[in-house]
């Protein structure tokens, strides 16, 4: 028009190698919209169950509430195939298979020592014998794929060499991969699920409480999904004293730290033990109520909540599902 400048001309930038590196990474992830919706629909495949394969979850819970017992127990069933214990089928009484065949399964045990870790595992390879025994599966065909899928590393006391992630330095904000990812890459390749037990024990030089550091380490979980062709990576962790107190143990938000933990993971399912009111009507003791932990799938992004389930803790602390509480005692008429 008259009177107006005329438009600037677009300046011409010279990309750097790793910006044309960067470039070409995006463009090759550009889905047209034709060729997807003629396509057949992908078939979305899951490890557990509303926990999709390739993405990062988490198992919350407090002090004491059988997370790292619910962890292990959970590796050794994926490298089944099996629902051994009924933790996700809640059949107590039949063994069913988990929503993905046997797969390599790699279990990191960061807050207790090796003796610990070897005991639990001890008394769970015995229960398991007794269970699949009874059972329709063949006893020896499930230990060898158990011995030959099921890898424990305990880490306790491995200092630096056990950080998942790592602050850059103390001036940036910036979360950079530790010696614990560089080795789960290597060892990760193939796997079907890799469990960290727990999120502070392989990232204690972060800030539990920043978000920037928080975003960042599921960040970095979600590259070594990436990294290893679609293992899950699960974080035991936390929750926090006043969710447990106030008696909001299951919700999503109960989880220790920055909420941006709850917002990039995918999955997430939060165990409390029974609370003194509810085994009160339930006519429980206090020992016993204490056996019996609520497990409440606080978030599944890609499938319908499944809700709450009961798990009860047996001898050695062993979890067991398919079993619910007595019902709450009916008060009598006056």
Known sequence: MPGLPPEPSPRERVLSVVEQESLVRFGSRLRQFSTVVQA???QLQFTLPGFLRGTVGMVVGAGGSGKSFAMLQTMICLA???DIWGLWSDLADEIMALPSP???CIYV???DPAVVVDWRTHHLGLDAIKRIKGSRHNLDEVLVCIDRNLQIFPVYGAGRENAFALAGSRTETSVVPGPLYENLMQYGRGALAIGLDTLGRVSSTLEEKEGSDMGQIIDIAETLTVETAGANVLFAHHTTKAAALNGQAQEQQ??????KLTDHARWQVNMAIMDAKT????ALTDADRRRWINVAAAKMNYADNAGARWWRRGEH???VGGY???EQQQRQPI
């Open 254 to 259: 109960a989880v220790s730290g920055s909420r």
């Open 317 to 319: 602390g062993i979890l």
């Open 80 to 82: 089944a195939g099996l």
């Open 40 to 42: 057949p629909p992908p």
């Open 324 to 326: 619910s509480p007595p």
């Open 279 to 282: 085994g009160e009507a339930r």
């Open 102 to 104: 046997p797969g390599r």
């Open 109 to 111: 045990a960061a807050e």
